[in-house]
T-cell receptor, first 117, second 113 residues
């Protein structure tokens, strides 16, 4: 199956700093990638849709100026958490869909654990 | 997007068959049903996907009745390593791939020895 990687797998940062998380599709091209956030014991919540070559589409309630998304190439999307605060501490997961063989499948990265102190 | 309803949690013992049912009354004609498994601090892992009737792969079976308003994930002879959260999603339709899957609450399966 298709492989999606994320880097870093975990990061600790101080309040007020910015953190960048990378999401890569390793063996396929993805014109669209998705970013989710998951708090402990909760389900995944879609944050935004990242489109290669265009602006990301954010879900309601997600601050686009705080969560900067850049889809620079067909294999890389980045999420930058700007001026991070402790309430931004969460598990961030990216995914991409492989289209073309019947129903498309959505593949997920391993996630990035962000802790803001 | 179709909303899904699953039991919050289930308990089982090693070696038993586990069936998790998901309701999706508003499923659209073009929507597929997909199940994912998630372990703590890991991304969801694809288990199985189907449109109607029955689908089987090396790890699970998926049963979908004719009206497609529900589906049942069947895990044969579970082991301790099957302890995880299982999500039922609908919407992986044959589109351009620009629409994300929406996760419901999932079912937390606990397998006991």
């Amino acid at each position: 199956g298709a492989v999606v990687s994320q880097h870093p797998s975990w990061v600790i940062c101080k309040s007020g700093t910015s953190v960048k998380i990378e999401c890569r599709s390793l063996d396929f091209q993805a014109t669209t990638m998705f970013w989710y956030r998951q708090f402990p014991k909760q389900s995944l919540m879609l944050m935004a849709t990242s489109n290669e070559g265009s602006k990301a589409t954010y879900e309601q309630g997600v601050e686009k100026d705080k969560f900067l998304i850049n889809h620079a190439s067909l294999t890389l999307s980045t999420l930058t958490v700007t001026s991070a605060h402790p309430e931004d501490s969460s598990f961030y997961i990216c995914s991409a869909r492989v289209v073309g063989q019947g129903a498309s499948e959505q593949y997920f990265g391993p996630g990035t654990r962000l802790t803001v102190t | 997007l179709a909303k899904t309803t699953q039991p919050i949690s289930m308990d089982s013992y090693e070696g038993q068959e586990v069936n998790i049912t998901c309701s999706h009354n508003n499923i659209a004609t073009n929507d597929y049903i997909t199940w994912y498994q998630q372990f703590p601090s890991q991304g969801p892992r694809f288990i199985i996907q189907g449109y109607k009737t029955k689908v089987t792969n090396e790890v699970a079976s998926l049963f979908i009745p004719a009206d497609r308003k529900s589906s049942t994930l069947s895990l044969p002879r579970v082991s301790l390593s099957d302890t995880a959260v299982y999500y039922c999603l609908v919407g992986a339709s044959m589109d351009t791939g620009r629409r994300a899957l929406t996760f419901g609450s999932g079912t937390r399966l606990q397998v006991q020895p």
